[in-house]
């Protein structure tokens, strides 16, 4: 049903704007909220709800337990702002009334709430770090020369460009926020004198090749000597060195110089590798040489003891029996001379011809027959003395003797 039919009144959308009710009045709502608190929190009537005077006017003053309740209240939740938490590897340093009071470890905590104490958290387990000589760059991961911090005079009065990264901790909280104002920059200051000191002490190309963990490890004592003297509670943990150069100006002159230094200890290394390799071989020759010495002289000797102990019993058997001796060593060494011969010629008592044994075709036909090792017989006059011609070999001009 639309608002402009017949027979409705007052259905137009303009219709009783002047009959809306104004908006409440700002200080009865403002009265009427303080009296539900002070229904809530403590007034109470007087003896007949009316003063003597009957105008009808009730007497109400604040409870006392009403503001104990709400005291008590503030006061809790005030003591319970004081509770605070420690996490692992931080140090709370609390202050009372802007004066240190004490520190605290990691875990759960309560100190006085504000404005009585005020609470510092330091971290004692982040790397922190200072760059002296340098500085790094953006995004790109390049780092500029900073010529005052970094350029400095060497033993031997040569300028050597040095960058340090300085890696440090704090090992003590309430020194670290109170002993220095700034301790990252009185580290830097520490770090820039400890190591002009220490690099004055040295020449340049002892800094510049064999000397730069020594001279880093000297740096980093100085250092911490430097600011345990300040109490500054740092604890320096490393100390790295960036960059050790000669300046620009003369950089390829020192490239050249620790270019023919690197060759020259690589062919000392070598000549090192081939003495190495031939000595020990010389020494073990030299060795066996002098063992193969060693047993020429013992077998030699033991040869001539040898034979000077057999002559010696050969003379004592002479001396017994001369003939029998004699004959015996006679056909020992016909033995010997002829046992290689593969011809025998045999010398008959007052004849003229010799008879010829051809023991070379004999023994080609009958080798297979000959038992390994037998000893060759000889034919020799029977009955004749020692002094007579024995079986020789060779021609016929060697008959008699």
């Known amino acids: 049903m639309s608002w402009n039919e017949p027979g409705e009144k007052d259905k137009d959308p303009w219709s009783g704007r002047d009959k809306q009710k104004s908006p409440p009045d700002l200080d009865e709502a403002l009265k009427s909220f303080q009296e539900k608190i002070g229904n809530i929190f403590g007034g109470k009537s007087g003896g007949g709800g009316e003063d003597g005077g009957g105008n009808g006017i009730i007497n109400k003053s604040p409870g006392s337990f009403g503001i104990g309740l709400l005291a008590g209240i503030g006061l809790l939740v005030w003591g319970l702002s004081g509770i605070y938490i420690i996490d692992e590897g931080n140090r709370g340093v609390v202050l009372r009334f802007g004066e240190y009071a004490e520190t605290t470890q990691p875990g759960p905590h309560w100190r006085f709430p504000a404005p009585i ?200 058997e002479y001396e017994k029996a001369p003939e029998v001796t004699r004959k015996r060593l006679y056909i020992d060494a016909m033995e010997g001379v002829l046992s290689n011969s593969e011809k025998v010629l045999v010398d008959v008592k007052n004849g003229n011809n010799l008879m010829y044994l051809p023991l070379d075709k004999l023994s080609n036909s009958s080798a297979r027959q000959v038992t390994p090792g037998a000893r060759p017989v000889y034919i020799t006059p029977s009955n004749e003395s020692a002094k007579q011609q024995p079986l020789r070999s060779g021609s016929r001009e060697g008959r008699g003797r």
Do not use: C, W
């Open 117 to 316: 104490d005020e609470l510092l958290i330091v971290n004692v387990e982040q790397q922190r770090f200072i760059e002296v000589g340098y500085r790094s760059g953006g995004g790109q991961g390049t780092s500029g020369s900073v010529p005052r911090e970094a350029l400095m005079l060497t033993k031997d009065e040569n300028i050597v460009d040095v960058r340090l990264a300085v890696q440090f901790t704090v090992k003590d909280a309430k020194n670290f926020l109170f002993s220095l104002k700034d301790p990252s920059d009185t580290l830097k200051q520490a770090t820039e004198s400890a190591q002009r000191a220490v690099v004055g002490k040295h020449a340049m190309d002892y800094l510049l090749t064999e000397g730069r963990s020594e001279i880093v490890a000297e740096i980093e004592s100085d250092i911490q000597g430097i600011m345990d003297s300040y109490q500054s509670g740092v604890r320096v943990t490393s100390v790295n060195l960036q960059d050790a150069q000669p300046p620009e100006q003369v950089q390829g002159a020192f490239e050249d110089a620790i270019k023919a230094r690197e060759d020259e200890q690589r062919l000392k290394n070598e000549a090192e590798a081939y003495s190495n390799e031939v000595i020990p071989k010389a020494r073990g020759a030299a060795a066996r040489l002098t063992q193969q010495a060693e047993g020429y002289k013992a077998k030699t000797v033991a040869e001539a003891e040898g034979n000077a102990s057999r002559f010696s019993q050969l003379l004592t």
